[in-house]
């Protein structure tokens, strides 16, 4: 069975720091796409950082760039959103999603797999 797990959210003061990791397990990640997305109270889901399968290409949110840093080991068949300066509005459940495409990434939600999720909540 194909699953995506998102883990590393938690609580977290203005300023701090947090790493996710997106764990595939029932396929190899290698030949996908990998995209990360929020989605707050009241909001649409949006698209906050991507990485394709060869790592090369990686695309940010402009409220996220200079802060957040996406990243794969596809030895570990992971990927990581490292988060940097974090500010009350990141505060969201975020989503990693994987699509079977090599050679680029997108931020629109139209990946095939997505992971259930995890709260990521910044406040003093």
């Known amino acids: 069975q194909l699953q995506l797990v998102e883990s590393g959210g938690g609580l977290v003061q203005p300023g701090g720091s947090l790493r996710l990791s997106c764990a595939a397990s029932?396929?190899?990640?290698?030949?996908?796409?990998i995209g990360w997305f929020r989605q707050a109270p009241g909001k649409e889901r949006e698209g906050v950082s991507c990485i394709s399968s060869s790592g090369r290409t990686t695309n940010y949110a402009d409220s996220v760039k200079g802060r957040f840093t996406i990243s794969r080991d596809n030895a570990k068949n992971t990927v990581y959103l490292q988060m940097n300066s974090l500010k009350p509005e990141d505060t969201a459940v975020y989503y990693c999603?994987?699509?079977?495409?090599?050679?680029?990434?997108?931020?629109?939600?139209?990946?095939?797999?997505w992971g259930q999720g995890t709260q990521v909540t910044v406040s003093s």
């Open positions: 029932g396929f190899t990640l290698n030949y996908y796409a």
């Open positions: 999603a994987a699509h079977p495409v090599q050679n680029m990434c997108f931020m629109t939600p139209r990946y095939r797999y």
